[in-house]
């Protein structure tokens, strides 16, 4: 859906074209959007149009005078502005550091966020021609993302907030809170019996299996070291937020707040994530050796007992996750069928990286000798 904005010979200003088909809430959104960035950002759009769908806020791409694309993200109301300024504010650090990282377009104030007529919005650069990490790594993309996390994770270590600091492998893989979790879920669920097919069904049965594996968990995790290195990440660095443009990283986006979280837990979400494990049974391990050797070489700064540790991490962090099982009950309306499926790869994956975990450490140690 789009609002295409002419030059009106009558009075020489913009003109709204509504688009066709479109609600009113909608219309609404994109005129609202369209006057902030001509009056807060000095942005004369020719036309607003709806972009890729985001998580909880609504996505626009708009174009200049210029020819030149914007992303502009419109936050719901209730949403933590703050938050999402200080996250705007992170990334903003780490493309100063070198990190592709696309450029904030601050207000005629100097503000990273803007707020008018009932919308708060932020504008960043458009970068064109890529698609997402969701499709998996393959290829040279092992070590393009292994690089651009190792450039990100060097950077941020420098970062205000504080420098890295050890915290106890048990806080990174809460087994002990996996459990309090997932028996509350478990409770849960036999006050609301789930039909006894589908997803609620399926994500029942998963919660009880998980809760009675946590014990191996626990003792797997033992071969952890006693603690991890913490610094400041991304925080979100799931696929969705990795923009690649052939088979190098073209950009990294939606930053959370800076905090101190296990730099091994993140890289391991973002190349052993499930469904290119699942989906490269024969890559997925030489891929991460190769991805954690392109990450050493663009971070040395990074423990060598925290990148061997990369696999067992990520195998307990999914092993002690409740999501998405507990979304029939916490949010219905968000079980969708790319919900159903990821939530099964997840799982699914969690045992691939326990059957082959031995091999794939050993892979690693023979990249970081």
């Not at 070198?98 to 970068?127: C, D, H, K």
């Not at 999501?323 to 990821?342: C, G």
Request: glycine residues 8%; charged residues 25%; proline residues 8%.
């Amino acid at each position: 859906m789009s609002a295409e904005w002419g030059r009106s010979r009558a009075v020489g200003r913009p003109e709204v074209r509504q688009p066709r088909r479109a609600g009113s809430g909608a219309q609404s959104d994109v005129m609202v959007v369209a006057g902030i960035l001509a009056l807060l950002y000095r942005i004369v759009p020719v036309s607003v149009m709806e972009g890729p769908a985001g998580t909880a806020t609504r996505n626009y791409v708009a174009e200049d005078r210029e020819g030149r694309p914007w992303f502009v993200k419109a936050y719901p109301p209730g949403i933590d502005v703050d938050q999402e300024r200080q996250a705007l504010v992170l990334g903003e650090a780490a493309r100063a550091a070198g990190v592709l990282v696309p450029a904030v377009r601050r207000t005629v104030a100097g503000e990273v966020i803007a707020s008018a007529g009932g919308l708060s919005v932020s504008v960043t650069q458009y970068v064109a021609d890529t698609e997402t990490a969701e499709g998996g790594l393959s290829g040279g993309r092992w070590e393009a993302v292994g690089e651009a996390v190792g450039r990100l994770h060097r950077a941020l270590a420098r970062h205000p907030v504080g420098p890295p600091r050890p915290v106890a492998a048990r806080a990174v893989c809460d087994v002990a809170r996996a459990g309090r979790r997932l028996e509350e879920l478990l409770a849960r669920w036999a006050a609301v019996p789930p039909s006894p097919e589908g997803f609620a069904a399926w994500a029942h049965h998963t919660a009880q299996q998980r809760l009675a594996a946590l014990p191996e968990v626990a003792a797997r995790l033992e071969k952890l070291p006693v603690t991890l290195t913490a610094q400041v990440v991304h925080g979100d660095l799931a696929t969705p937020n990795l923009l690649l443009r052939g088979e190098e990283v073209a950009a990294v986006i939606d930053f959370r707040p800076p905090g101190h979280r296990s730099a091994a837990w993140e890289l391991g979400r973002i190349v052993l994530d499930p469904r290119t494990v699942l989906a490269r049974p024969d890559e997925w391990i030489p891929g991460l050796a190769r991805a954690v050797g392109a990450y050493r070489a663009a971070n040395s700064q990074l423990a060598t007992e925290d990148l061997l540790a990369v696999p067992r991490v990520a195998a307990g962090y999914l092993a002690c996750s409740v999501y998405p099982l507990s979304e029939p009950l916490d949010d219905p309306a968000a079980v969708t069928p790319a919900l159903e499926a990821y939530g099964r790869a997840r799982h699914e994956a969690t045992g691939v990286l326990w059957e082959r975990l031995d091999e794939a450490e050993e892979a690693l140690r023979d990249v970081l000798r």
